[in-house]
C-alpha cells in the first residue's frame, strides 16, 4: 500500500513533526513504508489561478517540485496531511500545495475523471496542532483538508485535532495526543 504524508511545519521537532512522527510509526507498526514529504524544504510555487488547468486538469506552472507531489498523489492509497494552524488556518506551506491540487479539481469536477479508487480504497488522515484556545482554527484548518481530500477522491479521513499547544514540544505534555496520533496511523492503513 502507497502510503504518503505531507509535514506541513517550518518548525523542526515542533508539535506538528512529533504527531506526525507518531502517526508514521503507526503505520509502519502495520507493514507499511511512508514517503514523507517535508513542504517547508520543497520548492513550491503558488497557484496563480490562471485557468491553465481548466480544459486539461494539468498545471501549466514549471520549474518546481510539484509533478512529484502530483505523482504521489495519484498513486497513493493513504495520504497524511499534518500542518499547524497559523492565523485560524493551514500553514503557508500546506496551503501553497493544497492550492495547487486545483488541477485535481479541475480534472474531477469539470472533466469528470476523478482519481481512481484503487484496489485499496484511497483513505486519509489530518493533523493539526495550534496556540488557539478556541476551536476555530482546527475548523478552518479541517474545512480546507476536508476539500483537498475529497478533490483527491478520498471519500473518507479522520482528523486529529489540538488546540492551546503552542510551546515546541508542548505536545508531549498532552495526556493522549501523541497516542491517538500513533492510533490514527495504524488505524489508517487498515483495510
Known amino acids: 500500500m502507497h502510503v504518503i504524508a505531507f509535514m506541513g511545519s517550518p518548525r523542526k521537532d515542533g508539535n506538528t513533526s512529533l504527531l506526525l512522527q507518531e502517526a508514521i510509526r503507526g503505520v509502519k507498526e502495520g507493514g507499511h513504508e511512508v514517503v514523507t514529504y517535508h513542504l517547508a524544504r520543497m520548492?513550491?510555487?503558488?497557484?496563480?489561478?490562471c485557468g491553465g488547468c481548466d480544459k486539461t486538469g494539468v498545471c501549466i506552472i514549471e520549474g518546481d517540485e510539484m509533478p512529484a507531489v502530483y505523482a504521489a498523489l495519484r498513486d497513493a492509497a493513504r495520504v497524511i496531511l499534518a500542518s499547524p494552524i497559523f492565523f485560524a488556518g493551514l500553514s503557508a506551506q500546506?496551503?501553497?500545495?493544497?492550492?495547487?491540487?486545483?488541477?485535481?479539481?479541475?480534472?474531477?469536477?469539470?472533466?469528470?475523471?476523478?482519481l481512481p479508487e484503487g484496489p485499496e480504497g484511497r483513505k486519509g488522515l489530518f493533523i493539526t496542532v495550534g496556540g488557539m484556545k478556541t476551536g476555530k482554527g482546527v475548523?478552518?484548518?479541517?474545512?480546507?483538508?476536508?476539500?483537498?481530500?475529497?478533490?483527491?477522491?478520498?471519500?473518507?479521513?479522520?482528523?486529529?485535532?489540538?488546540?492551546?499547544?503552542?510551546?515546541?514540544?508542548?505536545?508531549?505534555?498532552?495526556?493522549?495526543?501523541?497516542?491517538?496520533?500513533f492510533e490514527a496511523g495504524r488505524e489508517l492503513v487498515r483495510v
Not at 43 to 49: E, V
Not at 94 to 114: G, H, I, T
Not at 142 to 148: K, R
Request: hydrophobic fraction near 35%; charged fraction near 25%; proline fraction near 6%.
Open 43 to 49: 520548492k513550491i510555487r503558488p497557484c496563480q489561478n
Open 94 to 114: 500546506s496551503k501553497a500545495m493544497v492550492d495547487r491540487c486545483q488541477a485535481f479539481w479541475c480534472e474531477k469536477y469539470l472533466l469528470n475523471r476523478p
Open 139 to 181: 475548523e478552518c484548518g479541517g474545512a480546507t483538508a476536508t476539500a483537498f481530500f475529497r478533490t483527491l477522491s478520498i471519500p473518507v479521513h479522520a482528523s486529529l485535532g489540538y488546540r492551546g499547544v503552542d510551546a515546541r514540544g508542548a505536545i508531549r505534555e498532552h495526556p493522549t495526543a501523541l497516542q491517538e496520533a
